[in-house]
């Protein structure tokens, strides 16, 4: 065997002498992988399921487009699909492949068909091994089993459960899947990345997410010294430094300053919604962390710096509590036994009707409720989020249950009550967007927000029950909780509420604060209103029991 077939059975030598590719100047060099490339060659060789996220024009898609190319090239009876999120792309797609192939040196090119539109046939390798391999580029698979499958621009593709439950579905278990893109916003894509960094053991067929930042790329960097940094730059300095280990210098920032402003003049002036500033559209493209990759270029209402660093806590158990409260038994009086016996009980049963507890009640202590409905037949999510402080110093809260569930109004109000019940008594605040949770609530529960109004006609007082989200009670509530969350005054443990954190922005078309499209608000709005509730809660003597020795 010559050396030069000794070179082509090696995958690495292929890779990096083999294939002609054009630079970002339009010139036609030869394939050799940068630092992106390099670096996830090395992470993602052992795993068959890949989901890539990462800066724009770092040098994924031609990396799988030439990989796949090789494969079909050279491994017989290989299928291999590149999967574009929008026909506009497909031929540029199928231009990396087709520039590579076309340069490849006429003694080793394959005996080849192309019948179809942006595919190739290899039939015979030129040493004449049968190849019956193909490589084509389309929006979805052209049927059969693609044994390579790689989706570009994944957070655009335009039907994410059509994709998911079609192309995906074709690709046999020793097949590989990858998807690679830039943020899009939080989307079903980001769902399916939160979900697999979730999984503390992934196992052959689970995805792993691979994230690239831009300050890992050596070319973003142009030259210069900067006279002084900006706040902001001295915050990314420390996250990167913090998260990599890297030292930024000043010719990446310098880069940074002119990309941004790059950016920001090549924004489309037909668009008449709220545009975006070049820091907003360089964290777009060129994202810093991985959370800052998904944030909309609206801008997210909370610091995600900090909501990256909650930690959902899971539920108390019912073993767990009881191993809590019955702890010296028999050393106590009946009266106690009785207490600590009723406490049991109602824990489990709200454990039973969905509810996750962090905290267990204390008489010492004070409990707020607030709860947003869910529409009226159900189909919506209620959420019903309990909040403890003390009066001493109301402004440290910490969560201490919640119910967040797909439930008729009347069912929330039942749960809401047996929730208020257990926390001693605690003062519920309800919006009032479906009065039938709140008039529910209402017969069967006795300590509740309601306004009084005087009727202008007749003077007469009348009874407003629930809380009113208005345009202006909205931002009171929002602001308020904000406030109090960079104060870092709240026990945050929920993990509905820290995943709805993460998607509350400001929209850029109406400045309204909400959640991003797609994305739910219903437990956080619901934590907006239970802080609220602290200012109104009854400052009144409770009858209630004394403290259990060993509480």
């Not at 489309?268 to 990759?293: C, H, I, N, R, V």
């Not at 909205?474 to 904000?482: H, N, Q, S, Y």
Request: net charge neutral; proline share 4%.
């Amino acid at each position: 065997m010559s050396n030069l077939d000794l070179r082509l059975q090696n995958k690495w030598w292929r890779l990096t002498h083999l294939y002609k590719i054009k630079n970002k100047l339009g010139q036609v060099v030869t394939f050799k992988p940068n630092y992106l490339q390099l670096k996830h060659l090395a992470e993602a060789a052992p795993h068959r399921y890949r989901r890539i996220v990462k800066y724009r024009q770092g040098g994924v898609t031609t990396l799988y487009v030439i990989d796949e190319l090789d494969e079909a090239l050279w491994v017989p009876g290989m299928t291999c699909a590149i999967l574009a999120e929008k026909e506009s792309k497909l031929e540029e797609y199928f231009e990396i492949a087709r520039l590579a192939f076309e340069y490849l040196p006429t003694e080793i090119k394959p005996r080849t068909k192309t019948d179809t539109t942006r595919m190739y046939r290899f039939l015979y390798r030129f040493d004449g091994m049968r190849l019956d391999s193909k490589i084509y580029v389309a929006m979805d698979t052209r049927g059969g089993t693609p044994l390579r499958l790689h989706i570009t621009e994944a957070a655009y593709h335009p039907d994410r459960q059509k994709l998911k439950s079609g192309s995906f579905q074709s690709v046999p278990k020793t097949g590989r899947i990858s998807e690679e893109t830039t943020g899009n916003g939080y989307n079903d894509f980001y769902d399916d990345c939160e979900e697999d960094r979730a999984n503390a053991k992934p196992g052959p067929q689970d995805y792993r997410v691979f994230f690239y930042s831009w300050i890992e790329n050596p070319e973003y960097m142009l030259p210069g010294e900067l006279e002084e940094k900006t706040r902001k730059e001295w915050g990314i300095m420390q996250v990167a430094y913090e998260r990599y280990g890297i030292i930024i210098t000043d010719e990446q920032l310098i880069w940074r300053r002119w990309k941004m402003k790059e950016l920001s003049s090549k924004q489309d002036k037909s668009d008449t919604g709220t545009k975006l500033t070049g820091e907003q559209l360089f964290m777009q493209e060129y994202p810093l962390t991985y959370e800052e990759a998904f944030q909309s270029g609206a801008g997210n209402i909370f610091d995600q710096d900090r909501v990256g660093k909650l930690v959902a806590r899971p539920s108390l158990k019912i073993e767990e509590i009881e191993a809590k409260y019955r702890v010296n038994w028999d050393a106590r009086t009946d009266e106690e036994k009785k207490i600590l016996t009723e406490l049991i009980e109602g824990a489990r049963q709200l454990l039973k009707l969905g509810v996750w507890i962090w905290h267990m009640p204390d008489p010492r202590k004070q409990y707020v409720i607030g709860t947003d409905p869910s529409d009226g037949n159900g189909a919506d999510s209620g959420s019903s989020n309990c909040w403890e402080f003390e009066l001493e110093n109301p402004t440290v809260r910490r969560q201490a249950a919640q119910f967040y569930g797909k439930v008729h109004p009347d069912e929330l109000a039942q749960i809401t009550a047996q929730m208020g019940k257990f926390y001693c008594n605690a003062y519920v605040g309800v919006e009032n967007n479906m009065l039938t949770t709140i008039m529910f609530l209402s017969k069967i529960y006795d300590n509740y927000y309601y306004e009084r109004k005087i009727d202008e006609k007749t003077a007469k007082r009348t009874k407003k029950l629930g809380f009113s989200t208005n345009t202006l009670t909205r931002d009171v509530i929002i602001d308020g909780f904000v406030i109090g969350f960079d104060d870092d005054a709240y026990e945050i443990n929920s993990p509905i509420t820290i995943r709805e954190m993460k998607v509350f922005i400001k929209n850029s078309k109406t400045g309204k604060r909400e959640h991003a499209p797609g994305r739910h608000d219903d437990s956080l709005f619901a934590d907006f209103i239970a802080q609220h509730m602290v200012q109104y809660y009854p400052r009144k003597s409770r009858s209630l029991p004394d403290k259990p020795a060993g509480f």
